[in-house]
C-alpha cells in the first residue's frame, strides 16, 4: 500500500527559501496518471494547495504562489520536494504531500502523509 | 479562482444522528467535487471523490450527491469518530484547486 511521509527543516528564518522532501513508499513516483502534490494549513485554518507536479515534468501552482514556487521529483530516490522562497510568517502551517489521482478523469487526492510543521520565525 | 463555500461552518451533534453537510460552488463544476474529514491533529482522509462515488475502505454510512454547483455529504449515523472537520474540494478548473472553509462538527 503506498504512503507518503513529509520530512524537511521545521524552523525556517523570514526571507529565507523552504524546503520539504515527500517520501514516497509502496509504489513509484514514475507511475504514470498520478500527480504529486502539496498542501498547507496555517494553525486553526483550513486548507490550501500549493500545487503538484508529474512525473512527465507538467507542474502547476497555485496563482498567488506561482512567484514564490517549485516542486519536483527526484525518481532515483522516489521522493518529490517543494521550495518556496521569501517566506514570511505567513508561511507558517502544517504541509502535507499527497498523492493525485482520478476517476474517469475526475481528480482527487487519495493518500496524504501525517504533515509536518513549518515555522518561519527569526 | 472557483470559490467554495460550506454551510454550516459548525454544527453540534449527536452519536447516532443523520448530518448534512452542503458545499457550493461559485460556478458549475460538474462532479469534480470531492470530501475530507480531518480528525484533529490528524492528515484529512478521502470520504469521497467525484460528487458520490465511496472512496474504499470508507464506511458507508458516508454518501455524496450533487452536481453543477450544489453538493451534500450525508453522514447515515453519527459514530464517535465523525467528530471533526470536513472539506469539500473541487478539480473543475486549475489552477488553483480549491477547497471550502470547512465545517466543523462537535458532539452535542
Known amino acids: 500500500q503506498l504512503q507518503v511521509q513529509e520530512s524537511g527543516s521545521g524552523l525556517v528564518k523570514p526571507s529565507q527559501t523552504l524546503s520539504l522532501t515527500c517520501t514516497v513508499s509502496?509504489?513509484?513516483?514514475?507511475?504514470?496518471?498520478?500527480?504529486w502534490n502539496w498542501i498547507r494549513q496555517p494553525p486553526g485554518k483550513g486548507l490550501e494547495w500549493i500545487g503538484y507536479?508529474?512525473?512527465?515534468?507538467?507542474?502547476s501552482y497555485s496563482p498567488s504562489l506561482k512567484s514564490r514556487v517549485t516542486i519536483s521529483l527526484d525518481t532515483s530516490k522516489n521522493q518529490f520536494s517543494l521550495r518556496l522562497s521569501s517566506v514570511t510568517a505567513a508561511d507558517t502551517a502544517v504541509y502535507y504531500c499527497?498523492?493525485?489521482?482520478?476517476?474517469?478523469?475526475?481528480?482527487?487526492?487519495?493518500?496524504w502523509g501525517k504533515g509536518t510543521t513549518v515555522t518561519v520565525s527569526s | 479562482d472557483i470559490q467554495m463555500t460550506q454551510s454550516p461552518s459548525s454544527l453540534s451533534a449527536s452519536v447516532g444522528d443523520r448530518v448534512t453537510i452542503t458545499c457550493r460552488a461559485s460556478?458549475?463544476?460538474?462532479?469534480?467535487l470531492n470530501w475530507y474529514r480531518q480528525k484533529p491533529g490528524k492528515a484529512p482522509e478521502l470520504l469521497i471523490y467525484?460528487?458520490?462515488s465511496l472512496y474504499s475502505g470508507v464506511p458507508s454510512r458516508f454518501s455524496g450527491s450533487g452536481s453543477g454547483t450544489d453538493f451534500t455529504l450525508t453522514i447515515s449515523s453519527l459514530q464517535p469518530e465523525d467528530f471533526a472537520t470536513y472539506y469539500c474540494q473541487q478539480s473543475y478548473t486549475t489552477p488553483p484547486i480549491t477547497f471550502g472553509q470547512g465545517t466543523r462538527l462537535d458532539i452535542k
Open positions: 509502496g509504489g513509484s513516483i514514475s507511475s504514470g496518471g498520478y500527480s
Open positions: 460556478q458549475s463544476i460538474s462532479s469534480f
Open positions: 499527497a498523492r493525485g489521482t482520478s476517476y474517469q478523469l475526475l481528480p482527487y487526492m487519495d493518500v
Open positions: 507536479s508529474y512525473h512527465i515534468g507538467t507542474t
Open positions: 467525484a460528487a458520490s
